[in-house]
């Protein structure tokens, strides 16, 4: 079984466009993340959420739009897309360690967007 | 605020030698905890080893072993006897925010 799951894997649409990346984690963590990994490989962080709750909201445009139905899942949703939001989009889940033990996240295999 | 420097963009190792990948950081928080990932080209994030603040002794986990500092705020990845499926990028993260460096990309030529 995928501890995180991503989908979908490839995306490639037009400007202007909406869409939405789906993520789903198995392992019972509470903490869920959204990152974005540019083509310099530079990974930065977007979003986190602990229990359902938005804890970490970096500067992203508000275009981008993190929704997290139960604390299984969260999804990344975003309006008018722009030719500079292409890149890979990770998701990632932890858990606390004063739970867990070592707290490290576990990621999702990415979604490569491609904005045309 | 949290923050990782990896101050090496890219390295070049021989195959079977060790290798050190630095990565020094800044936080204000008594607790904390540093992770390093691997990244293959494949591009999935693999978790190599985690070193808490309050660890007595540095973490190691087969092959890699963490090099940590406290009082110089460096937590650098030892690799040991490297091997070319070794050749990846690898980030150091902090857990408070699980902020990631900037990666290095590791090169082993055989």
């Known amino acids: 079984d995928t501890a995180v799951s991503q989908t979908p894997k490839y995306l490639v649409t037009q400007m202007g466009n909406d869409k939405s990346i789906k993520c789903e984690q198995n392992l019972g963590h509470d903490t869920m993340y959204w990152y974005k990994q540019d083509s310099k490989k530079f990974l930065k962080i977007m979003f986190s959420y602990n229990n359902k709750e938005l804890i970490i909201n970096e500067t992203v445009p508000n275009r981008f739009s993190p929704k997290s139905p139960d604390k299984a899942h969260l999804n990344l949703h975003i309006n008018s897309l722009e030719l500079g939001d292409s890149a890979v989009y990770f998701c990632a889940s932890s858990q606390d360690q004063s739970v867990w033990g070592i707290p490290e996240a576990f990621f999702g295999q990415g979604t490569r967007l491609t904005v045309v | 605020a949290q923050k990782i420097t990896q101050t090496q963009p890219g390295m070049f190792v021989q195959e079977k030698e060790a290798v050190t990948l630095d990565c020094t950081y800044d936080t204000s928080d008594p607790s904390y905890g540093l992770f390093w990932y691997k990244q293959p080209s494949s591009g999935e994030m693999i978790f190599l080893i985690y070193?808490?603040?309050?660890?007595?002794q540095n973490a190691t986990e087969g092959r890699y072993s963490l090099n940590f500092q406290k009082a110089r705020k460096s937590a650098n990845l030892v690799i040991s006897a490297s091997q070319l499926g070794d050749s990846a990028m690898y980030f150091c993260?902090?857990?408070?925010?699980?902020?990631f460096g900037t990666g290095t990309r590791l090169t082993i030529i055989p």
């Open positions: 993260a902090i857990r408070e925010k699980l902020t």
């Open positions: 070193q808490g603040s309050y660890d007595q």
